[in-house]
């Protein structure tokens, strides 16, 4: 089956500076892609996702990238704020839709005021 | 929409006893997906459904575990009976499948602490 995997598992970033996320999968056959942000006791939300027909998205200060030779997709978070602080989850779905994801292991970021 | 709802949102329970998880999916939504969530093993898929038939439980962990869909605006996850490793945040997702922006986009539910003691 499809695995996922994300690095790194913790991340520290001043406020202001930008943060990056990585994620590797395993199956070419994925080709949806979303990032779930979980605040501290609270539900995983999408915050952006991307289709494997696109090479980039960008939402504001968020923003993924996608390399589907290399099977690794990243998030981009510019000029972050406190309230960015959270557990971000990166998934892929194994069946080219989003009705099974696999997800990675989660990012605990941290922005430093 | 309310959105995903879940029931209880805490559950103290002592081993060997019956739990049962609760959920309603958005109105209108064709799949339902439960979700189990730890420190060590992080986000797992337990099982889903479509149009409230079971479409793969690969991922329940044992007998112990299993769920219900009688109609497209509950389910349930029983476990009988549990066990302190059950321990977990348990979530219920939704989603409508089909072209567009808005579709196949899960929607979790606040889910379910459950403490096995």
């Known amino acids: 089956g499809e695995n996922v995997e994300q690095h790194p598992s913790t991340l520290s970033v001043q406020e202001g500076d930008s943060a990056v996320i990585k994620c590797t999968y395993s199956d070419s056959a994925s080709n949806y892609f979303p990032w779930y942000k979980q605040e501290l006791g609270k539900r995983p939300q999408l915050i952006i996702d991307?289709?494997?027909?696109?090479g980039e998205k960008k939402d504001q200060r968020i923003a993924v990238t996608l390399n589907k030779t290399a099977k690794h997709f990243s998030l981009h978070i510019t000029e972050t704020q406190p309230e960015d602080s959270a557990v971000y989850f990166c998934?892929?779905?194994?069946?080219?839709?989003?009705?099974?994801?696999?997800f990675g292991s989660g990012t605990q970021l941290t922005v430093l005021p | 929409d309310a959105g995903v709802i879940q029931s209880p949102r805490h559950e103290v329970t002592e081993m060997g006893q019956e739990v049962t998880l609760r959920c309603k999916p958005i109105?209108?939504?064709?799949?339902l997906f439960w979700y189990r969530q730890t420190m060590m093993r992080g986000l797992e898929l337990l099982i889903y459904?479509?149009?409230?038939?079971?479409?793969?439980d690969s991922g329940m962990p044992e007998d112990r575990f299993s769920a219900k869909m009688p109609n497209a605006s509950f389910s349930t996850l029983k476990i009988q009976p549990s066990e302190p490793r059950d321990s977990a945040v348990y979530f219920c997702?939704?989603?409508?499948?089909?072209?567009?922006?808005?579709?196949?986009?899960?929607?979790f539910g606040a889910g379910t602490r459950l403490s096995v003691l």
């Open positions: 459904f479509n149009n409230n038939v079971p479409i793969d």
């Open positions: 991307i289709r494997s027909n696109v």
């Open positions: 997702a939704s989603s409508l499948a089909g072209q567009g922006v808005s579709k196949n986009i899960q929607y």
């Open positions: 998934a892929a779905s194994l069946r080219g839709s989003a009705r099974q994801l696999t």
């Open positions: 109105s209108g939504h064709d799949y």
